[in-house]
């Protein structure tokens, strides 16, 4: 089992309808977890610190151009899934029936990888895209 959250610029909702769909994970949401609007680096550093090592996914690529969250990233050891543009801007449904069919690619893709590393998922295609070690940022 993998632990997968959702960040606050995840839909809440989506992490709900994939935490039901999915049978063999535990999906949830940042807000399970720390209150909206901590600090990308105080909730990336406490999850670094425990031993749960989850699977972040974020529409928030701001992290990765930020210094001081990219090096909290780093020492964070967990898998980043990062949603490329364009989906953000995208409507319900069509997010929603997307990142249910993205899914299994993203739990298969994750299972075997070494920690820290850095996925994007196109808006476009149904393959999660390496970008490397997060170590490498």
């Known amino acids: 089992m993998t632990l997968f959250i959702g960040d606050e610029n995840f839909p809440e909702p989506l992490v709900r309808m994939l935490d039901?769909?999915?049978?063999?994970?535990?999906?949830?949401?940042?807000?399970?977890?720390?209150?909206?609007?901590?600090?990308?680096?105080?909730?990336?550093?406490?999850?670094?610190?425990?031993?749960?090592?989850?699977?972040?996914?974020s529409g928030d690529g701001k992290i990765l151009r930020n210094a001081v969250e990219t090096a909290q990233l780093r020492d964070a050891n967990i898998l980043f899934v990062m949603l490329a543009s364009g989906w953000t801007n995208t409507p319900w449904d069509?997010?929603?029936?997307k990142m249910i069919r993205a899914w299994p690619i993203i739990v298969e893709t994750v299972s075997d990888v070494r920690r820290p590393s850095l996925f994007e998922l196109p808006m476009s295609g149904n393959k999660l895209k390496i970008r490397g070690p997060i170590s490498q940022l």
Do not use: C, E, M
């Open 94 to 97: 069509l997010y929603a029936w």
């Open 20 to 57: 039901v769909f999915d049978h063999t994970n535990d999906v949830r949401h940042l807000t399970d977890y720390f209150d909206r609007g901590t600090d990308d680096v105080d909730w990336l550093k406490d999850l670094g610190q425990k031993d749960i090592s989850p699977v972040i996914v």
